[in-house]
């Protein structure tokens, strides 16, 4: 079965940075879209940062020129690497990935999250 592993969460000071990891790793022939979102207490679940297969990226609007999103193919990884962070960035995030198994099957599959405090 696939798994997708995340890490790099954890308390960070506004103004700090982070870097969230999204490993997926299974019976995996190819992978499509991978992305990261995120749910704070109270509030709806929210698209923080999506990349396709090609490389193309898209930002939700609150975190645009601060987040960065990019992927390792051969290592079938996700990163989102979080600057200039604000308390309001503080939330659960997870990471998301729609990818192909060798039977030629597609799936979509959530990371179990990993929380993020943005705090002085």
């Known amino acids: 079965q696939v798994q997708l592993v995340e890490s790099g969460g954890g308390l960070v000071q506004p103004g700090g940075s982070l870097r969230l990891s999204c490993a997926a790793s299974?019976?995996?022939?190819?992978?499509?879209?991978m992305g990261w979102y995120r749910q704070a207490p109270g509030k709806q679940r929210e698209l923080v940062a999506s990349?396709?297969?090609?490389?193309?990226?898209n930002y939700g609007d609150s975190v645009k020129g601060r987040f960065t999103v990019s992927r390792d193919n051969p290592k079938n990884t996700v990163y989102l690497q979080m600057n200039s962070l604000k308390p309001e960035d503080t939330a659960v995030y997870y990471c998301?990935?729609?990818?192909?198994?060798?039977?030629?099957?597609?799936?979509?599959?959530w990371g179990q999250g990993t929380q993020v405090t943005i705090s002085s």
């Open positions: 299974g019976s995996i022939f190819s992978v499509n879209g």
């Open positions: 990349i396709t297969s090609g490389g193309n990226t």
């Open positions: 998301n990935v729609d990818f192909v198994t060798y039977r030629g099957l597609r799936y979509n599959s």
